[in-house]
C-alpha cells in the first residue's frame, strides 16, 4: 500500500448506457482475469481510498450479478435509476452515499486506466484548489478530484440535471499537469477499445 496520510474515497461513474458500444463498458475486458471495473476498483483499493462508491445502471448491476463479480466491504453499488440525467446526477448520488467527508476522486468507467503517482500528484495539490484535474499536453483528462465543499454542495443540491461541466464551473479549478496521456482516454467503441487492448 501507498502511504498517503490524507484521507479520501472515490467515486466511479459507470451508469452511462453504452449505447455505441451495445454493452456495459464496465464488463469490457482489462486483462485475462479482470473486466474495466474490477481493475479500476482494484487500483483505487492499493491506493488506500476509505470507501470507493460504483454508481451504476441496472444493465450494469444485472451484468456484475449474472457473472458473480463481487467487491470487498470498501465498496458500495449505488443505482442510478435515471441514467439519461446523466453524469451529474450519477456524482450527486454517488457523494450522497459516502459515508466519509473529505476529498473525493471521481473516475469515468471508459477510462480503465488508473496511474498511482497520476492519483498522487493530484491528492499533493489538494490543498490548493477543491477541484483538480490533470492536464497532458494543453489537455484535461480524468480522473478529477474534488474536495469536501464540492461534495458537501453535491449532498444538498436539489437540482437533478445539472451540467457537469457547469456545476464544477463554480469551484475554484486547478489543473495539475502530469506525464501520462493515458488520463486522456475515453473509450467509447470497440475500434477505441482495439487501440488499448
Known sequence: MIEIKKEFS??????GKSERLGFPKLSLKYDDKKIFIEH???EYLEFSCIEI????NEIGNKYLIDNQIRFNENVKIIINEHPDWHRFYSLKIGARSLNNIHAVFVHNVDNPFVNIKVLKELINCSEKADYLSPEYEG???????ISKNIVQ????IEENQMHLKEFLNQFF????KVDDEKVLVN???LEEYEKYF
Open 53 to 56: 462508491i460504483l454508481v451504476l
Open 40 to 42: 479500476v476498483v482494484n
Open 187 to 189: 473509450i467509447n467503441t
Open 153 to 156: 454542495e453535491l449532498r444538498s
Open 139 to 145: 489537455k484535461g483528462g480524468h480522473p478529477f478530484l
Open 173 to 176: 479549478k486547478m489543473k495539475v
Open 10 to 15: 472515490a467515486i466511479i461513474l459507470a451508469a
